[in-house]
């Protein structure tokens, strides 16, 4: 059974508690993701469920903390939410989309995925959602995004989940 401990910013990897091996993991390797939902408890849960995952997540409560955040830190992945005060889901995406990070994924999430702009998105849910649908669909944009050297400046279109429906 492996064990996870946080050692001065360093994430430890402990093969067995009370034994000497001690696998660094720096959390500069790790993935980064940055979850903007004005909903506090849906952040935690999703930055726990990530963290299981080994991956490293931030939050935003609002769309201007979350761009001032996504423009001063590095993230591998946005999720968002569409309804929140101030600069909502579609807002942000366009923000990303015409900042010097165009390429980065974002998930979109939203009770009112219609009224989510699908162009600027790559992959979007619809409240309520399968955690570990969410949680396997950032690691395939993890994965993809690693792999592929050239991407679009923007996602042609957008992978919907069997929870989310396309409105016209």
């Not at 946005?78 to 807002?91: H, Y």
């Not at 649908?133 to 996602?155: F, G, H, W």
Request: a negative charge; one cysteine or more; hydrophobic letters at 40%.
């Amino acid at each position: 059974m492996l064990n996870y401990t946080i050692y001065n910013l360093i994430i430890c990897k402990v093969r067995n508690p009370g034994s000497i091996f001690i696998q660094p993991i720096f959390l500069e390797n790790m993935n980064r993701v940055l979850i903007i939902d004005d909903e506090v408890p849906i952040c935690k849960m999703l930055i726990y469920a990530l963290s299981r995952k080994g991956i490293d997540a931030d939050m935003a409560t609002n769309g201007f903390d979350g761009l001032r955040k996504f423009s001063q830190e590095h993230f591998d992945i946005v999720i968002t939410d569409m309804l929140m005060p101030g600069l909502d889901g579609n807002g942000i995406a366009r923000e990303i989309r015409n900042s010097n990070k165009p390429n980065t994924p974002i998930i979109g999430i939203s009770g009112t995925s219609w009224l989510l702009e699908e162009t600027e998105f790559d992959v979007v849910f619809e409240k309520p959602m399968s955690i570990h649908t969410l949680v396997d669909a950032v690691n395939n944009l993890i994965t993809t995004s690693q792999s592929v050297v050239a991407r679009k400046t923007k996602p042609s279109e957008p992978q919907f989940t069997s929870t989310c429906h396309r409105h016209v």
